[in-house]
């Protein structure tokens, strides 16, 4: 394929929960998140997966899918709050080469007007070799916010991590 053609690129979601691990509960934002990318991104998601709230787990996960499976976006969901179970944050900050600050933080500023508890969230963001990794927040609301938030930088991020010229829908209705 011609490097000046849009690419589609390779996505993957990790929901992170113990509860959703195990069977106790349904996963809601995942699904959301996949629904949340094909809808503002025409982005699909080409793979999923649960893990429970365990660094070693989220690790290999994060590692598997940007070292062998070639993903180029990795956006998880959970695990990035105050309580004690809560380790995405962590487990992030041990696979990624490079912080991408930015990101999350602007998903906090944009939601803070939205919610005080906002300020709650401990989610980081970063690249790990041709991978952006970002840490979303497990509510299915707050998934859809944070990925219109982030939407409109996604492409262009990918296309300086990656190097190829990323799809969406603004590089296909100008």
């Known amino acids: 394929m011609n490097a000046s053609q849009p690419t589609l690129p390779l996505v993957a979601v990790l929901t992170i929960s113990d509860r959703s691990?195990?069977?106790?509960?349904?996963d809601r934002?995942?699904?959301?998140?996949?629904?949340?990318?094909?809808?503002?991104?025409?982005?699909?998601?080409i793979a999923k997966k649960t893990v429970a709230d365990e660094p070693d787990q989220i690790r290999a996960q994060l590692c598997r899918w940007a070292d062998h499976d070639g993903i180029q976006l990795i956006l998880t969901t959970g695990g990035t709050g105050f309580s004690e179970r809560d380790v995405t944050p962590e487990a992030t900050l041990l696979v990624i080469?490079?912080?991408?600050?930015?990101?999350?933080?602007?998903i906090r500023a944009a939601s803070l007007s939205i919610t005080p508890y906002a300020m709650?969230?401990?989610?980081?963001?970063?690249?790990?070799?041709?991978?952006?990794?970002?840490?979303?927040?497990?509510?299915?609301?707050?998934v859809r916010e944070a990925l219109a938030v982030l939407a409109p930088v996604l492409p262009h991020a990918l296309e300086l991590i990656t190097g190829n010229t990323v799809s969406n829908v603004h590089s296909r209705h100008p």
Do not use: Y
């Open 21 to 26: 691990a195990t069977g106790n509960q349904k």
């Open 29 to 45: 934002s995942g699904p959301e998140l996949a629904d949340a990318l094909s809808k503002h991104l025409q982005w699909d998601c």
């Open 97 to 106: 080469h490079r912080q991408a600050p930015g990101l999350v933080e602007a």
């Open 120 to 142: 709650l969230s401990r989610a980081v963001a970063g690249i790990r070799n041709k991978c952006l990794i970002i840490n979303l927040p497990g509510n299915p609301k707050a």
